[in-house]
């Protein structure tokens, strides 16, 4: 049997961090309906890029990924619930 030929894997290069700037992750857990959600992150965006008719890149490059929890397992969801309830409960929070 013939072995398939190797075929070399490219990665794009990493770009470099500006000297005197971090490269920051924020985690953001929230309890939303879908709507809330669209109001949320369009939200986040406006507070990441304030002047959306800009050309070219933004001045401070971000980026955004919204996961549906439903995809992760059920102890990852119970950690999540729980952190949304220890450091911002909303007032009608059972438990």
Known sequence: MARKKQVPRTRPEVQA???GHRLYRIS???LV???QLDALTNRIVDALCPDASHEGDCADPWSMITTDARGYDRRVQRRMLETIR???PP???PG
């Open 28 to 30: 953001i857990n929230v």
């Open 17 to 19: 961090v500006p000297p």
């Open 86 to 88: 220890t450091t911002n």
């Open 91 to 93: 007032p009608d929070y």
């Open 33 to 35: 309906n879908p709507a």
